[in-house]
């Protein structure tokens, strides 16, 4: 008893440090799949050869104006549904909310096929209208967490079928939208609309990143800092109360930062399969669940596995394309299962 | 100093829950609240925990009405012990009793008090072995032990360190073997001991009036009876509200009802 006691202070500290520890691992892991993103594809590229100031080649025009944007967008993207993911999961306290399941992805996208079969009558081809398409993405995926978050009140542990039927409901209904809009659009806006659904990073240009990139980095480190409250809902919401949480002001935060990264995300790639429902798992089952290691985890680890889908959905078989969704749903699919079958067993 | 609950009235869809409810939990004593299921006894102890809110009525920590105290600041006065839900991810139980210190930021707060703190109320509540282990492998009154040990942490906090602090437990023996329903009670009057006011909603009659300073009997959302343990028994009261015959020994301060 005496030993373990003393043992404690250094138990709990190695915790902390192994979480640490693997932080830095997924960082370390951001980094190579960076380097390896940009390195390999239809070109092969040394990504040393850009600080050599020679910026006519071919070689470094694919890297700037296609490669490094493409990269960075996937890395983003994946970051970004894997913190929404995780935030959702904690809030929800449901393991299986995921942004494309519960249908939040799917409103992003029906905001988004609103604004180019609607926007692009009225507003054009100006600079309005292009801040326009990722507004209306957020706003749609808004409306759908506002909508889950209304009719599973009060869940938690009664909600997760529930959840997932709602989510049905919501995806039927987008695609439905969807359908809709694509037989009353002409053919350049259907090329934009089918886009959406299909998933894909092959659109990405600075113009479109450099804003998306902002509003997603604004919104991650607001829903980094919610971690320890996160954990302490977890409790439930009186519990989180009596704890000192502001558990409307918590849930108000997490829904809007979770639209804005969800919606900005599906208006740049389209919808990408379980990566907010899978990587969050991952990450607790390496190294625990509480969200100060969680959201931070899952940001780097969804990040580095998204440019890696990314990479294999435009390598596999040069010189055509995969659907990135196509491979993200692959592995997904299966740990879906998985994890239905794990909690029935539980 | 106390928490001060006056005229408290409560209407939940059209019904009366609380009717009129005045009561005074003192620092350094156990007010043990008594009653049949669905008298009102949680609903109380929402209300003065500040998750709900009264319909009519007012409830003051140490003369403050409780709406003009926020809500980490309430965290920092009362710590409550609820009849918990069960926690879906695979929290360890270390991770739980921490969730107890309330400091906005573990890593900025005085880490060696936290430890001292914790290895105190683990040792307490005996879960030192336990620590590792996950929260949700537990058994039912080792969970209700590991909530106990995050209520103790919750008021050792760092905070409001001259002001009277207390501690809500709702029914905190359930699930317990006998040897820890005496255990959690003799903690709670070793604090009420050291000056915190202890507010306890128990069901088992003889424990109330073993440990409580005082006693109130709640039936249908009224007070009927707010004492001391020893004049605490009224036959025929006690045959109305509980439905069953009763009788008292005064020389072993027990109450029998079978």
Not at chain 1, 180 to 188: G, H, M, W
């Amino acid at each position: 008893m005496e030993k373990i006691l003393s043992l404690f202070n250094i138990r709990i500290n190695f915790l902390e440090g192994r979480q640490f520890l693997l932080l830095i691992v997924f960082c370390l892991l951001l980094i190579f799949s960076l380097f390896v993103g940009v390195s390999f594809g239809g070109i092969k590229a040394n990504v040393f050869n850009l600080f050599s100031f020679d910026t006519a080649t071919l070689e470094s025009q694919v890297l700037t104006e296609i490669r490094i944007p493409r990269v960075l967008l996937a890395g983003f993207v994946g970051a970004s549904l894997g913190l929404a993911g995780a935030s959702l999961q904690g809030l929800f306290r449901n393991p299986l909310a995921d942004p494309g399941l519960i249908g939040v992805s799917a409103g992003a996208a029906l905001g988004a096929a609103l604004a180019i079969v609607i926007g692009s009558e009225t507003m054009g081809e100006s600079y309005f209208g292009f801040l326009l398409l990722p507004l209306a993405a957020i706003i749609g995926s808004s409306i759908v967490i506002f909508l889950l978050f209304s009719l599973t009140r009060g869940f938690g542990v009664r909600g997760v079928i529930y959840m997932i039927l709602v989510g049905i409901a919501i995806n039927a209904f987008a695609t439905v939208g969807i359908g809709v809009l694509t037989f009353i659009s002409t053919d350049s806006q259907l090329r934009g609309l089918t886009f959406w659904t299909m998933g894909s990073f092959g659109g990405a240009n600075w113009n479109l990143l450099a804003p998306a990139m902002i509003l997603i980095i604004v919104s991650a480190i607001s829903l980094l800092r919610l971690g320890r409250k996160l954990d302490l809902l977890q409790l439930g919401e009186d519990e989180a109360n009596r704890l000192g949480v502001d558990v409307k002001s918590l849930k108000l935060k997490v829904v809007i930062f979770s639209a804005v990264t969800v919606g900005v995300s599906v208006s740049l790639s389209g919808i990408i399969g379980f990566v907010g429902l899978v990587i969050p798992h991952v990450v607790r089952l390496i190294g625990g669940v509480k969200h100060k290691f969680v959201l931070p985890g899952s940001v780097l680890l969804g990040a580095s596995i998204m440019i890696t889908a990314d990479l294999i959905s435009r390598t596999l078989i040069l010189p055509a394309e995969l659907p990135v969704g196509l491979i993200t749903s692959a592995i997904g699919a299966p740990f879906f299962l998985w994890l239905i079958f794990r909690i029935r067993m539980q | 100093m106390s928490i001060d609950v006056s005229s408290v009235c409560l209407d939940y869809d059209g019904s009366v829950v609380l009717k009129d409810i005045s009561l005074e939990v003192k620092s350094g004593e156990i007010l043990a609240l008594v009653g049949p299921n669905g008298a009102g006894k949680s609903s109380l102890l929402n209300i003065m925990s500040g998750n709900n809110k009264p319909n009519a009525g007012t409830v003051k920590y140490n003369g403050v009405p409780l709406d003009k105290i926020t809500i980490s600041e309430r965290a920092t006065l009362r710590s409550v012990m609820g009849q918990n839900a069960p926690i879906v991810y695979d929290y360890t139980v270390s991770d739980v009793i921490e969730m107890g210190w309330i400091q906005s930021n573990l890593f900025r707060s005085n880490k060696t008090k936290f430890y001292d703190e914790m290895r105190d109320v683990t040792t307490e509540c005996k879960l030192a072995k336990l620590l590792r282990r996950k929260f949700n492998t537990l058994s039912g009154g080792e969970q209700r032990r590991v909530h106990f040990a995050r209520s103790l942490l919750q008021l050792r906090n760092e905070h409001n360190t001259n002001s009277q602090k207390y501690l809500f437990l709702d029914e905190p023996t359930a699930n317990m073997d006998i040897y820890w329903e005496l255990q959690i009670l003799n903690s709670a009057r070793k604090l009420a001991n050291k000056g915190t006011g202890v507010f306890l909603i128990i069901h088992d009659l003889n424990l109330a009036m073993k440990f409580a300073d005082k006693i109130a009997l709640l039936a249908k959302g009224k007070i009927e009876k707010i004492t001391r343990p020893e004049d605490f028994f009224d036959k025929d009261l006690f045959t109305l509200v509980y439905g069953l015959q009763m009788s008292f020994d005064k020389k072993l301060m027990k109450i029998f009802y079978f």
